[in-house]
């Protein structure tokens, strides 16, 4: 671990990183506020530019979803910043609410008047004795944190705040990132998003190794290649005979990897998720070497016809469970669908044609004989309006409708339009009351943005959904308009409000739940609009949710 | 009964049978500033400050008004009554209302620090102050006004750098009079919208002085703005109106640019986190200045400032009005789309 550097101690360092936590903090905020892909891109390249080595390491590691663990709570940075500011705690909720972000709450309430002389830090020193603190007591977290808060202004205090609490969001995808390193490094976008995936230790590593093309593991993944929703009409993608149609499945995107005896199973958020799917460890003895596989990872069985899929919600008991017992892998028994291959024998296929590469899958998974893992099906189609047809019966079978990819196509980086589209079924719709508001958070705080919505039943409200999206701006102002007029409580995060606004609840899937009152949950729930023609007593009944259940939920 | 009353028509003082910035039309108004939602319209008559009036003259045409300077008494009915200098925009005043030893200040909307152009805020001893708290949380205190001068100035200069405007997005009345100056160190090249512009023309002829700004004509030729400061109010933000302009950066002079999220919603290039109102500190320092015994808070956060006074000690209670919707106070419920 790094110690502190004092000026003097050892002539031949450096004695301060020129830029650091300042430029670091310059770069999120350029970053927060820009509203063009194209200086956001210059601002990225910039600070690759000019950025110490490390720094820009833990740029790459943070944007990728590699922070480190956190190493103290949100509630103790509170209580701290209580203490030093002086104020009640029903005061900071208040703002908390208001800004809708802990990090910044903090680093506005901290008055500038404490600030120390400044020592300029690097990112690195700050993210690294992060860590090393990680282990020690409250006193030696607090006496850190509160001597960071003294030396930075606002902006690097808010940066340093959201180091500690958790996600940059900030309006930078990781595609961006990679365009910018592209930029800098003069490699292809695809070859920084490959050699930045998989497993690397930010600590260990250096920005030119992490970018040299040495730097192979054997559980490296490819950049997922993702599909946007389909614009007008499939008709004008041209003869059908040119692409292939499979059903589109709402599991979690994942590729399974086996490279010298080992198995990797990588979830489309770069998680390595290999110990929580006992149901694939199989594969390490039955899957030849230098594979490397691409499907959904879905809750299901194997059947008469092939597999049958479960609902969505079954798969969540799975997640975010480090041991799975016995009982949850049998009542939530997960399968994978393989549709892509990526590697074969030790080799990147991803320049292959669509065709080709299926072909090869085809022959692969037929070879495993497994009840776990199975080919996605091709959908037979001699006409774009035949495949309506079929798309219509997606959801007997829990399909969220067909995705639709050219037989010529390459398997490309991130998302592209083009030659992969989904094509997604109709949702359900139900319409609902608007009963509690929440304020929103980022480029919503301050603003009533995330609304719990009821049915009827006889002369009750029963609520069961929430909904954060799908209103335009305009609306969602309308809306906090009427919830800051026309709610009962003053204080706290949750308004009761007036039952009055009628909203139009588009949703995925439906199944039962006991721990909704409603005894349902939803799937993907969103605003689809807002029925101003609609009054209260208009809307949908406990009933009506019930008969979807029975129709839709099993 | 309380020297002055909420009333559906607004605050009212029985004694000398006035009211102060009435929401409903009434026999006699007096005046804190001249922003839409404390000066209405249809009164009979108008009591307010010397600068205040031609305000006003353009807003509401011809009427009834009456003015005072700072410090000048009346007596209305009995009641005496004088104005303060608030330092929220030109004109602004608190107004002072005495009767049988009783003292009550309004404020109006009002901030701490001297801007150099709307007077230096009057810590006014009373009994009885009745405080806006449009910003009345801790997480809003301003950078010195110098400090933000600064930052603007910067960003015109980056705009120009990258050839393109700088559009600023400024309250028409007070906000546009603050900036004006430091633009003008920057460049001479400075162009208002109309609604702006008709406001510092009202002000000049008053006798103040600005520096030169160029009115924006409709149909006026692109070439025309080049390496531009244009000036212009938020009604204007993400308008058609705004393209003539391209290429440009839009960036918003407003409290509510504090917290980040705001800033991004708008979509804004840059956001200034300058406000003609009181931060959390400046409310309570003017709070405590006053030695009042009992405050009413009114339009902003008043329940959570009002909570916050009553815990520290100062008897305090919120007040429902139906001010704070000027352009400032009312931004957060408006978005543009």
Same mark, same amino acid.
């Given at each position: ?554 | ?90 004109? &602004?005043?608190?107004? +002072?209302?005495?009767?049988?030893? *009783? /003292?009550? $200040?309004? @404020? #109006? ?129 993400? &308008?058609?109106?705004? +393209?003539?302009?391209?290429?440009? *950066? /839009?960036? $918003?002079? @407003? #409290? ?82």
């Amino acid at each position: 671990m790094d110690e502190i550097l004092t000026y003097g101690e050892d002539v031949n360092e450096a004695p301060m990183q020129v830029g650091g936590m300042s430029l670091f903090a310059e770069l999120i905020m350029s970053l927060g506020t820009s509203t063009k892909i194209n200086d956001k891109l210059e601002a990225l390249s910039n600070y690759f530019s000019v950025a110490g080595d490390k720094d820009k390491v833990w740029m790459i590691a943070i944007f990728s979803g590699r922070r480190p663990r956190r190493s103290v709570s949100a509630a103790l940075l509170q209580l701290w910043c209580l203490e030093l500011v002086n104020l009640p705690q029903w005061l900071f909720a208040e703002c908390y609410l208001t800004v809708g972000d802990l990090a910044e709450t903090i680093s506005l309430l901290i008055p500038p008047e404490i600030m120390a002389p400044k020592e300029e830090q690097s990112l690195h020193y700050y993210i690294e004795q992060l860590i090393a603190i990680d282990k020690q007591s409250e006193e030696v977290k607090k006496q850190f944190v509160i001597d960071a808060w003294r030396q930075m202004n606002q902006q690097e205090r808010f940066v340093f705040n959201k180091l500690i609490t958790g996600n940059f969001r900030i309006g930078v995808s990781q595609q961006l990132m990679v365009n910018a390193l592209s930029k800098v490094t003069e490699l292809p976008a695809a070859t920084v998003a490959h050699r930045i995936s998989g497993n690397w230790d930010p600590v260990m590593t250096t920005f030119s190794a992490l970018l040299h093309e040495s730097n192979t593991d054997d559980s490296k993944p490819y950049p997922f290649y993702l599909a946007y929703a389909i614009e007008g009409e499939p008709a004008e993608l041209g003869a059908p005979d040119e692409w292939q149609a499979e059903w589109k499945w709402d599991g979690i995107r994942g590729q399974i990897i086996r490279r010298n005896n080992e198995l990797f199973v990588w979830s489309r958020g770069e998680e390595l998720i290999t110990e929580k799917f006992p149901e694939y460890h199989f594969l390490k003895d039955k899957l030849p070497d230098g594979i490397v596989m691409d499907g959904e990872i879905i809750s299901g069985r194997q059947s008469d016809e092939g597999f049958l899929v479960l609902p969505f919600a079954n798969l969540q008991t799975r997640i975010g469970r480090k041991n799975i017992s016995k009982k949850q892998l049998q009542e939530a028994p997960v399968i994978f669908i393989a549709y892509d291959l990526l590697e074969y024998n030790h080799e990147d296929r991803r320049e292959k044609t669509m065709q080709e590469r299926r072909t090869q899958l085809e022959q692969i998974v037929a070879a495993l004989h497994s009840s776990t893992v199975f080919l996605s099906p091709l959908i037979q189609f001699n006409s774009w309006a035949e495949l309506a047809t079929t798309r219509e019966t997606a959801r007997l079978i829990n399909s969220e409708g067909v995705m639709l990819k050219r037989k010529s196509s390459i398997y490309q980086v991130g998302r592209k339009r083009g030659d992969w589209w989904k094509w997604k079924i109709d949702p359900l719709t139900i319409d609902a009351v608007m009963i509690y508001a929440q304020k929103g958070s980022g480029r919503r705080s301050n603003l009533y943005t995330d609304y719990t919505f009821a049915v009827k039943d006889g002369d009750k409200l029963v609520p069961f959904t929430k909904a954060y999206s799908g209103l335009t701006d305009k609306e969602f102002g309308e809306v906090d308009y009427f919830v800051k007029r026309n709610s009962l409580e003053k204080f706290g995060p949750v308004r009761t409000v007036k039952p009055e606004l009628v909203f139009e609840i588009a949703f995925e899937g439906i199944a039962a739940s006991n721990r909704h009152k409603s005894g349902v949950a939803l799937r993907f729930p969103r605003i689809s609009r807002w029925r101003k023609d609609k009054k209260p007593d208009e809307i949908n009944t406990l009933e009506d949710l019930k008969q979807m259940l029975e129709q839709y939920g099993k | 009964m309380a020297l002055i009353q909420f009333t559906d028509k607004g605050l009212y003082c029985a004694e000398g049978n006035f009211y102060i910035d009435p929401w409903q039309p009434v026999d006699k108004a007096v005046i804190t500033h001249a922003h839409s939602d404390h000066a209405r319209w249809g009164s009979k008559s108008y009591l307010c400050h010397t600068f205040t009036k031609p305000l006003l003259q353009q807003r509401l045409g011809d009427n009834n008004y009456e003015t005072l300077d700072w410090g000048q008494a009346v007596l209305i009915n009995g009641v005496k009554v004088s104005l303060h200098p608030a330092g929220h925009i030109i004109g &602004s005043s608190q107004i +002072r209302v005495e009767h049988n030893g *009783e /003292v009550w $200040v309004v @404020s #109006g909307d009002y901030k701490t620090e001297n801007d150099g152009i709307s007077g230096e805020f009057e810590p006014v001893k009373c009994n009885t102050f009745i405080t806006e708290s449009t910003f009345g949380l801790p997480i809003y205190n301003w950078k010195k006004q110098a400090d933000i001068f600064i930052d603007i100035q910067n960003w015109i200069k980056d705009c120009f750098e990258k050839n393109t405007n700088g559009v600023i997005i400024a309250y028409s009345l007070g906000k546009a009079q603050r900036i004006i100056a430091p633009i003008a160190e920057v460049t001479s090249n400075i162009h208002a919208h109309g609604a702006v512009w008709n406001i510092f023309q009202t002000l000049k002829n008053t006798g103040f002085n600005f520096p030169d700004i160029k009115r924006i004509e409709i149909d006026a030729p692109k070439e025309k703005y080049k390496n531009a400061v244009i000036i212009a109010p938020p009604s204007a933000e993400a &308008s058609l109106w705004m +393209r003539r302009f391209t290429p440009f *950066e /839009v960036g $918003v002079c @407003s #409290g509510w640019m504090q917290v980040r999220g705001n800033v991004r919603r708008r979509n804004i290039d840059a956001g200034f986190a300058l406000s003609d109102h009181a931060d959390w500190n400046g409310l309570l320092q003017a709070i405590e200045a006053t030695g009042a015994s009992k405050v009413f808070v009114t339009h902003g956060f008043q329940s959570a400032f009002s909570r916050y006074l009553n815990e520290k000690g100062i008897e305090a209670a919120e007040v429902k009005t139906e001010f704070g919707n000027d352009e400032e106070a009312s931004e957060e419920l408006k978005i543009e789309s």
